[in-house]
């Protein structure tokens, strides 16, 4: 089945399953004590196998470093979306972004995961720099990043 057809399928099942119920969910990012510039980030979900479903945030407003974010950007392309959440700037060592979004229930404990992918110039790019699943174990919970992010954490 084509991804296109998956997602016609997908759209139909849930329209048909009547509205659905939203709450806001908060992402709030840690940076590490990394060297260098401010990072580039980019903070999306994907389903259970792993498609793109939508970016919540990205830091860094020009997009030809944006595309540095190499694993979320050519996620955006093939989905023909483009950018679809909030922008901001770049954030520095130590710093602390957050963000808050409405996210369909369904989306919750059903096996989607939050990723954040950084890029700090000269030090290159950490995809999957910390990766959170959306379920009530880590509702609240500080997950440990790689290298750029400290922690992040998702409250609903």
């Known amino acids: 089945m084509t991804t296109l057809l ?3 399928a997908l ?3 849930m329209a048909l399953a009547g ?3 939203a709450k806001p969910l908060t992402v709030s990012v840690q940076m590490a004590n990394f060297s260098g510039p401010p990072a580039y980030a980019a903070v999306y979900v994907t389903d259970p196998q792993g498609n793109y479903v939508s970016t919540l945030y ?3 407003y020009k997009s030809k470093y944006q595309a540095d974010l190499r694993t979320w950007y050519r996620l955006i392309r093939r989905s023909g979306k483009g950018i679809d959440g909030t922008t901001g700037a ?3 060592r130590g710093r602390q972004f957050s963000t808050t979004v409405n996210v369909p229930d369904n989306l919750l404990n059903a096996g989607y995961n939050l990723h ?3 890029g700090v110039e000269d030090y290159g790019v950490q995809p999957d720099d910390a990766v959170v699943p959306l ?4 509702n609240g919970v500080a ?3 790689r290298r750029n992010v400290g922690s992040a954490t998702i409250s609903y």
């Open 116 to 118: 954040i992918e950084t």
């Open 11 to 13: 759209a139909v099942a």
């Open 6 to 8: 998956k997602s016609t």
């Open 135 to 138: 379920d009530d174990v880590n």
């Open 58 to 60: 990205v830091a860094g």
């Open 90 to 92: 770049s954030v520095g």
């Open 19 to 21: 509205p659905l119920q």
């Open 143 to 145: 997950v440990k990043g």
